[in-house]
């Protein structure tokens, strides 16, 4: 069993202004094999959170921590939070040409687990996890996400979460520019490695779509940086149903 803690988040953003302060003090709790879905309109922090976690150069935590079976994850560099078990599914995910998908997955592997995995059964995995995710074997020889469709490119964050065996991953906006077909996909291959190793996930997202496939736990909505109110699957079909005017309002 592992914990992700945030505690009392606060960060900011460095604007032509000086620092704008986006998260306000924020605490959750993410325990193995829970998923939690963090849900509100647009600004509202949620991909703060996201980067902040990950360790994006962009934002500055204020004041807080992240601890990760009780380790601070904010004193360590973005290889070695990767390394104690972070993973970071991008809403954009970045284009790296002249590195092919087959190449970068080996690597990132033999970062994360200290040595390169036996060839062989590496293989058989790639395979294997490629498939599940209906992925053309020759898509393993493209360059990563360069010329991907909205779904290839989050396909491939999938299949980086399932071959890496993260203890937690942080998905932002997963759903973003997927069609129906491909979204299924991509919510069965979440479900599928939740299922499996007990992975902990944090689920971004500004609709209820993808929680009609990845079931959540618990629901926390996210205003102005902080979280305004949590609660179970049930809550996720109250926004469906209502919105997040009450909250806006509330906070005014």
């Known amino acids: 069993m592992s914990t992700l803690e945030i505690k009392n988040l606060h960060v900011s953003v460095e604007t ?3 620092p704008k302060p986006i ?4 605490d959750l709790t993410i325990n193995s094999g829970e998923i939690h879905a963090i ?9 703060t959170l996201a980067y902040s976690i990950a360790g994006h150069p962009k934002y500055t935590v204020v004041d807080g921590e992240v601890l990760l079976d009780g380790e601070n994850v904010l004193e360590m560099s973005v290889d070695e939070r990767a390394r104690a078990g972070l993973f970071l599914a991008m809403q954009y995910p970045v284009e790296v040409p002249g590195v092919t998908v087959s190449n970068f997955l080996r690597t990132a592997k033999t970062a994360i687990t200290g040595e390169a995995p036996a060839l062989r059964q590496w293989v058989g ?4 996890a490629m498939g599940a995710l209906r992925m053309d074997p020759e898509f393993a020889q493209r360059d990563v996400n360069h010329n991907f469709s909205g779904g290839e490119k989050k396909r491939h964050e ?3 979460m399932e071959l890496l065996a993260p203890k937690f991953a942080v998905l932002d906006e997963t759903d973003s520019g997927l069609d129906v077909d491909a979204l299924r996909v991509v919510s069965e291959g979440v479900n599928r490695v939740h299922g499996n190793t007990g992975l902990g996930v944090m689920l971004i997202t500004h609709y209820t779509r993808i929680l009609q496939y990845i079931k959540p736990d618990h629901v926390h909505v996210f205003v102005e940086g902080r979280v305004a109110e949590q609660g179970g699957a049930e809550l996720a079909d109250q926004l469906e149903a209502e919105g997040y005017d ?3 309002t509330a906070t005014v």
Not at 23 to 26: F, N, P, S
């Open 16 to 18: 032509n202004d000086g």
């Open 23 to 26: 998260l306000r003090g924020v």
């Open 39 to 47: 849900m509100g309109p647009n600004g509202s922090g949620k991909s």
């Open 125 to 128: 995995d790639v395979k294997d």
């Open 158 to 160: 999938i299949l980086q």
């Open 246 to 248: 009450k909250y806006l």
